[in-house]
């Protein structure tokens, strides 16, 4: 069975990235960490954007936090997708079609 990677096209713009991520990482969520993994460090500016026209797409923003190298506590924040699967592939494959209208 294909993972949903594979069967996606590839993103075209920075907002069909933002809904892929939040895709790909599913229930474990996306943290500012998985988008600098692919260059992308406007994550959080671009899903602000995509959930400001696109009112059912629901990001749950939980504060995570943990130590960094040097001991001292660090907080980040995890987003993780409240919609279902289906409406994410279809705003996914719309975003990548007409970009953010």
Same mark, same amino acid.
Request: charged residues 25%; without cysteine.
């Given at each position: 069975m294909q993972s949903i990677s594979e069967r996606l096209e590839? #993103? &075209? /713009?920075?907002y069909s990235l933002c809904v892929r991520?939040?895709?790909?990482?599913g229930n474990q969520g996306v943290t500012m960490l998985d988008a600098m993994k692919d260059h992308f460090h406007k994550f959080q500016?671009?899903?602000g954007e995509v959930e400001k026209l696109h009112p059912k797409l629901q990001v749950r923003r939980l504060n995570?936090?943990? &130590? /960094?190298?040097?001991g001292h506590s660090c907080t980040f924040k995890n987003y993780k997708s409240?919609? #279902?699967k289906p409406y994410l592939i279809h705003l996914y494959n719309l975003l990548n079609r007409e970009g953010l209208k």
């Open positions: 590839k #993103p &075209k /713009n920075q991520l939040l895709l790909e990482y500016s671009r899903l995570m936090t943990t &130590k /960094n190298r040097f409240v919609a #279902p």
